[in-house]
Nanobody, 121 residues
Framework: QVQLVESGGGLVQPGGSLRLSCAASGSIFSINVMRWYRQAPGTQRELVATMTSGGNTNYADSVKGRFTISRDSAKNTVFLQMNSLKPEDTAVYYC???????????????WGQGTQVTVSS
């Protein structure tokens, strides 16, 4: 079984920064794509950033130039550096990834439990 645990959320003023972390644990043989999503109250979950095992990244237009996704493959951890935060960035942020476990033959998709980010003065 695989677990994803996010951390680093909190309350920050507009213009401030936060760094989210997502650590994966379990019987992990390989990780393919790692992603960050977010969901604000009353809205659909939105894909924020993606990073492939080869290091390719992609961002939602709303966060380009402000957010940076990175990963520490040795520690099975993905990060989301969020700068110049705006009130509209307020949401629960979720980590998501595709894992191949030892003895497995397919990649399966897993979600973390989410971490709250609130941008407010």
């Amino acid at each position: 079984q695989v677990q994803l645990v996010e951390s680093g959320g909190g309350l920050v003023q507009p213009g401030g920064s936060l760094r989210l972390s997502c650590a994966a644990s379990g019987s992990i043989f390989s990780i393919n794509v790692m992603r960050w999503y977010r969901q604000a109250p009353g809205t659909q979950r939105e894909l924020v950033a993606t990073m492939t095992s080869g290091g390719n990244t992609n961002y939602a237009d709303s966060v380009k130039g402000r957010f940076t996704i990175s990963r520490d493959s040795a520690k099975n951890t993905v990060f989301l550096q969020m700068n110049s935060l705006k009130p509209e960035d307020t949401a629960v942020y979720y980590c998501n990834a595709d894992f191949l476990v030892y003895g497995g033959t397919h990649y399966y998709n897993y979600w973390g439990q989410g971490t709250q980010v609130t941008v407010s003065s």
